[in-house]
């Protein structure tokens, strides 16, 4: 039994709305409903990659046309978390990739999914955490424009994140806009070691100077990476079915949880998406312990180290 009260420190807002919220939305707007929802926004096997997972991640989004609907999904995110029991939730989005689903402007996304937080905290008391995604998938000179809607809403934001094709993109691409984020005093996280290999976290690490990365789960393939993770305490935040869904682990067993928590990494389970994962945060903590070899000091393990590593909370 854990003790510590569990915090989620990578939920992707798009990938947590419920799929019942979307058909509600869509059909108040007249909007076509999709044919076989559950199976359009929700991986329940084994995809055949990274890129289809994040199809089941994002593809509700275009559903979701007002700001007034994305402050309704924002509320019930945040409502979800308080259900799961957590003691604090950080939630990312991209503003400009619900732009690009729904022609609202990025600065109006960001304003919604505030308020919506802001609802659900006039009735529930948990701290939320957002961190603003820049999309890999709009190359280097796409960078700095969607660093600047975040900044247009800075006090919105406790992180930023990059998120997408990590294996077409890489980070360093990002790096003057990590700069001005870190210059703005934003904490810095990072999508890496997902769909590629060490190479990629190593350039998080180098040329992002994040503290965090999100997965990092094939830094398990680099014992001096893992030693350089362990040394700098930077977290990983691990979604272990998520990784299996997006074959970035081979299976539940063999998920290199182990290896790096082994290696003195400072590892967080997180849920990832929990509705295209069809997961909470309580469940994973579950599959850790049953399927993934954790011990009960490992996972209790790991829920401290969230809390240590949460920049809501810290
Ligand atoms: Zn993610």
């Known amino acids: 039994m854990i003790t510590v009260p569990l915090v989620d420190l990578h939920r992707h807002l798009e990938g947590a709305m419920r799929t019942s919220t979307v058909l509600d939305i869509a059909r108040r707007a007249g909007h076509p409903l999709p ?5 359009r926004f929700v991986a329940t096997s084994r995809l055949a990659g990274l890129l289809p997972y994040l199809d089941r991640v994002d593809a509700p989004a275009e559903l979701v046309r007002t700001a007034e609907g994305w402050t309704r999904v924002a509320r019930e995110v945040v409502l979800d978390a308080y259900d799961d029991g957590l003691r604090a939730v950080e939630l990312r989005f991209s503003p400009w990739f619900v732009q690009s689903r729904t022609e609202l402007a990025p600065e109006a996304v960001i304003d919604a999914v505030v308020e919506g937080v802001a609802q659900a905290q006039e009735l529930v008391d948990l701290p939320v955490g957002l961190i603003g995604i820049m999309l890999r998938d709009l190359g280097p000179d796409g960078a700095l424009p969607q660093l600047a809607s975040i900044l247009s809403r800075r006090d919105a934001f406790v992180a930023i994140d990059i998120a997408g094709n990590e294996a077409g993109y890489p980070a360093g691409d990002f ?7 870190h210059e703005a005093g934003l904490r810095l996280t990072a999508h890496a070691g997902e769909a590629a290999g060490p190479a990629s976290v190593w350039a998080a690490v180098r040329e992002l100077g994040v503290e965090r990365v999100g997965h990092g789960v094939r830094a398990a393939e ?8 362990a040394e700098h305490r930077i977290a990983l935040e691990v979604a272990i ?14 998920h290199p949880v182990r290896t790096l928590l082994r290696h003195g990494v400072q590892v967080t389970l997180n849920t990832d998406n929990p509705r295209a994962s069809n997961v909470t945060l309580s ?27 949460s920049f809501v909370l810290g």
């Open 35 to 39: 044919d076989a929802p559950r199976e």
């Open 175 to 181: 790096a003057p806009a990590y700069a001005k984020a």
């Open 222 to 229: 680099d014992p001096r990476l893992m030693e350089h993770l």
């Open 241 to 254: 079915t998520s990784n299996v869904q997006s074959g970035a682990a081979a299976s539940f067993a063999e």
């Open 283 to 309: 469940h994973e903590y579950d599959v850790a312990a049953t399927r993934a070899g954790l011990t009960a000091d490992d996972v209790e393990t790991i829920a401290r180290n969230a809390v240590e590593a």
